[in-house]
């Protein structure tokens, strides 16, 4: 039973964000996804145009994740690989590097990010910016 896990913030859900997760189905039979808090995402120094319950529930919607949990700070995986006995930790390839850290608890993946596409981006053709209100 090979267990996965990935993160991120996965605000304006996009075909990037999709073929992330579907690669992720293609390599382990249960996907958890940690989603992060609006909090954390502050912590992050970015404001998501939509709040977490929206995210999360979009994220599970997409019928390829087993479950989703709150993501409060980079420090907790180790806990959540324990907890949910993941032994394949994936994140796209713009965070190359940054979780190797984590190689004593489970193998640590980095997929290709898909190309021309980002929540950035997005909000930049929807004018939004921080200064908007956070959507429910
Ligand atoms: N992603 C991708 N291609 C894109 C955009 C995103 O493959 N064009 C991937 C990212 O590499 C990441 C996942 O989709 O693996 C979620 O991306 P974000 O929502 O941007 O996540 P981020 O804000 O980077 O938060 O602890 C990790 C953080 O929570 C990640």
């Known amino acids: ?17 999709l073929r992330l997760l579907r690669r992720c189905s293609a ?43 709150p993501e409060r700070s980079f420090e907790q995986k180790p806990k959540d690989i324990t ?7 994936i994140m796209g390839d713009d965070w190359k590097g940054q979780f190797d850290w984590l190689v004593p608890f489970c193998d640590v993946i980095y997929l290709p990010r898909t190309p021309n596409i980002s929540t950035t981006l997005l909000k930049s053709k929807l004018n939004w910016t921080s200064n908007d209100s956070q959507c429910r």
Do not use: C, P, Q
Not at 42 to 64: F, N
Not at 83 to 89: H, S, T, Y
């Open 1 to 17: 039973m090979s267990r996965l896990i990935t993160y991120g913030t996965f605000d304006l859900f996009h075909h990037g964000h």
């Open 27 to 69: 390599l382990a039979s249960e996907i958890h996804v940690g989603v992060s808090t609006d909090a954390f995402n502050m912590e992050k120094g970015k404001r998501s145009v939509w709040g977490y319950s929206r995210r999360s529930r979009e994220v599970l919607e997409t019928g390829l994740v087993t479950s989703v949990f």
């Open 83 to 89: 907890r949910l006995g993941a032994n394949l930790f």
